[in-house]
């Protein structure tokens, strides 16, 4: 079983950047296997993908994000991470990291808030 605990989120100004974090436990061998993603969800809206990397390092996005958002993997250290620029007020929302395949798993969230 792998535990996902996600970091990072705080307020920041339209145009500024942040750097989630998604520090993985429990089992090394499960995430460093796993195709790994982000997810949002803001409120009165559902929860939507964000990108993934499969095990190796190949990533997609969500084209409200492309270009803007970066995720990467350290599998030594078992982290995720999103790197989010040019952050606009509709970015806001509560992140989730999410193991996705083959086994699925989710992290508690982390608040990110875009505001001047």
């Known amino acids: 079983q792998v535990q996902l605990v996600e970091s990072g989120g705080g307020l920041v100004q339209p145009g500024g950047s942040l750097r989630l974090s998604c520090a993985a436990s429990g089992s090394g061998n499960i995430f460093n296997i796993n195709t790994m993603g982000w997810y949002r969800q803001a409120p009165g809206k559902q929860r939507e993908w964000v990108g993934s990397i499969d095990s190796g390092g190949i990533t997609n996005y969500a084209d409200s994000v492309k270009g803007r958002f970066t995720i990467s993997r350290d599998n030594a250290k078992t982290t995720l991470y999103l790197q989010m620029n040019s952050l606009e007020i509709g970015d806001t929302a509560v992140y989730y990291c999410?193991?996705?395949?083959?086994?699925?798993?989710w992290g508690q969230g982390t608040q990110v808030t875009v505001s001047s």
């Open positions: 999410r193991g996705l395949l083959p086994y699925n798993f």
